[in-house]
């Protein structure tokens, strides 16, 4: 069996790279036979991450056992790729023996990674397997603040003096036993440690031995500051196209590097955040936690949900009245409040990301606003025209379709006008957008759905 048939088997593209549930199956059942040798011959070709998929889409009972009987082959980069909300539970199964081998397959990003999340206990435990150099160097890193560059950088880094030619970097390199298994980049230092270039292994392999690495420095060069904003990390990754790029102490001394893939882990993550944010779930979220925990990531954004609700239904409280003497009313409010929601909800989502990936600047702001109201309008037409006829052809009333296709236009308006400007004054006033927007949004479009609509009809029909 190979290792794509281990992933996918014979399934369609939309299935691709998805483990096979025939696989699953067939692990499950060499657990519950204690079959030691069937287990390990079915996850030996699998990739580190696909393990690490499997053992979070089983039971902990299973998850358990599966450990006990598989974790004298454990690999540490399972723990590297496995979701943060099961990553103790398997540390604290593993035998130390492995935990420990394990842990020293580790670079030391990973590591870190790894401890950063665990409890004291675990962390020195792990750290006690590690050999001196490694541990000073883990030490050293969890040093930085929490989701800094710091945490982020391996202290694993290929450097080469700035006198030197390429033979001299060749050499150095086919010499040198503990050069990190991946990188891409030789970092050229001044005599003080401070990074001048890069110089991508391409061009040096490419180049005579006699070239001075000064000549073939990529015309790119980011340098990071160690204490620098994982986030703001990320987004110089994604914005310059980086590979790699050398990270400085405060006197700018080289003191790591950060690689592409921990850069797009962490960006991939702050996608993750603002969506769990947006949906008020939690921005730790997982398929595996509990039903306690669930509820209570929820339950708080489910209470603002009812604030809101509760507002909304005081608006129609005042228009008792109205909604009594005309029933047509009743039935077709919820219209105009969904359609509000909805395209608020739209705006939102665009204004959060952009706001995200710093697209929205105060330079483009007002045009951005204007774009989405204009949208709103021309939905609203739209939508206020087949709202008006349906109001007239359901209730034979002109003047409710009139109602509902002006309230129908001033509600899509509003919600493209709160989708934008909101996200934008919670980020100036320093409050996520992505946590907060939502409840707002919601609120403002029920209110003024309401509003137009029960307050125009008690006008034009009563």
């Not at 889409?57 to 082959?73: F, G, N, P, V």
């Not at 009245?321 to 359609?339: D, E, F, G, T, Y």
């Amino acid at each position: 069996m190979s290792s794509g048939d281990n992933i996918s088997g014979d399934v369609s593209q939309d299935d691709a790279y998805h483990l096979d549930r025939k696989l699953v199956a067939q692990v499950l059942e060499a657990v519950e036979q204690g079959d030691q040798q069937t287990l390990t011959g079915l996850l030996e070709d699998l990739h580190a991450a696909d393990i690490a998929d499997l053992l979070e889409q089983i039971e902990s009972a299973e998850r358990t056992r599966l450990i006990h009987l598989y974790d004298r082959e454990f690999d540490g980069e399972i723990l590297s790729e496995l979701d943060e909300s099961i990553r103790e539970e398997v540390i604290s199964i593993l035998n130390p023996a492995v935990l420990a081998e394990a842990v020293r397959e580790l670079e030391s990003d990973d590591v870190v990674d790894l401890l950063e999340d665990l409890g004291e206990p675990q962390q020195e435990a792990i750290l006690e397997v590690l050999e001196d150099a490694d541990r000073v160097a883990v030490e050293q890193s969890l040093s930085y603040p929490e989701s800094s560059a710091g945490r982020l950088m391996q202290r694993e880094v290929v450097m080469a003096p700035e006198h030197w030619n390429v033979g001299q970097a060749i050499d150095y390199m086919r010499a040198s036993d503990d050069l990190p298994e991946q990188f891409y980049h030789v970092v050229v230092v001044d005599p003080r440690a401070h990074p001048v270039g890069n110089v991508t292994l391409g061009r040096i392999m490419a180049s005579k031995r006699e070239v001075p690495l000064t000549h073939l420095m990529e015309d790119t060069f980011q340098v990071i500051p160690a204490d620098q904003d994982e986030e703001d990390v990320a987004y110089a990754f994604n914005q310059y196209h980086l590979i790699s790029a050398p990270v400085v102490d405060d006197e700018g001394r080289l003191v790591g590097v950060i690689t592409i893939d921990d850069a797009m882990i962490v960006l991939d993550e702050e996608h993750e955040e603002d969506i769990l944010r947006l949906a008020g779930v939690g921005e730790e979220s997982s398929l595996a936690d509990r039903v306690i925990e669930t509820t209570k990531r929820r339950f708080p954004w489910l209470a603002v949900n009812l604030v809101t609700a509760v507002l909304a239904s005081l608006v129609i409280a005042q228009f008792e009245a109205a909604i009594a003497q005309i029933v047509a009313l009743a039935v077709l409010m919820p219209i105009v409040a969904s359609m509000g929601g909805n395209a608020g909800t739209q705006s939102l989502t665009v204004a959060v990301r952009a706001i995200a990936t710093r697209d929205l600047t105060g330079s483009n702001v007002w045009r951005v606003i204007r774009r989405e109201v204009l949208v709103g309008l021309v939905n609203g037409v739209i939508f206020a025209i087949v709202m008006g006829l349906v109001g007239l052809a359901w209730f034979g009333s002109p003047m409710l379709g009139v109602v509902i296709a002006v309230a129908m236009v001033v509600n899509l308006v509003v919600a493209g006008l709160a989708g934008t400007v909101i996200p934008v004054l919670l980020e100036k006033a320093g409050v996520d957008p992505a946590l907060a927007s939502g409840a707002f949004v919601t609120t403002v479009t029920d209110v003024v759905g309401f509003f137009a609509f029960l307050g125009l009809a008690a006008a034009v029909l009563l």
